[in-house]
């Protein structure tokens, strides 16, 4: 299973995205991103990372507005807000890693 299969996956358990389209949506493309880069037996770009990473931060920035205004998450969003955290966090390791010569965590 790739890397980007784990993160649908996990995004899925999360109640993030659906499906592979809503993915690449989040990612910045198109909706036959994800599975066009599988057909080819390609990981996603480094910009497609980037944003998905972003944009998995501005879900949690939001989540961390919620409680602030006093709205206490249910059990289901702070797995949900836990699964975005870890994945997030992988993919910018992963990005740094990238940015400093090209090895791959």
Request: net charge negative; with cysteine; charged share 30%.
């Amino acid at each position: 299973m790739s890397r980007t299969d784990q993160y649908c996956d996990k995004l899925k358990d999360a109640g993030l995205v659906q499906s592979e389209a809503d993915l690449g949506r989040l990612m910045g493309m198109g909706p036959s991103y994800v599975s066009c880069q599988k057909a080819k037996g390609n990981e996603p770009s480094v910009e497609a990372m980037a944003t998905l990473a972003f944009n998995l931060d501005a879900e949690l920035q939001e989540l961390e507005d919620t409680i602030r205004h006093g709205t206490d998450l249910t059990a289901d969003r702070l797995v949900a807000a836990s699964i975005i955290y870890e994945v997030k966090n992988e993919i910018f390791a992963r990005l740094k890693a990238k940015c400093r010569g090209g090895r791959h965590v």
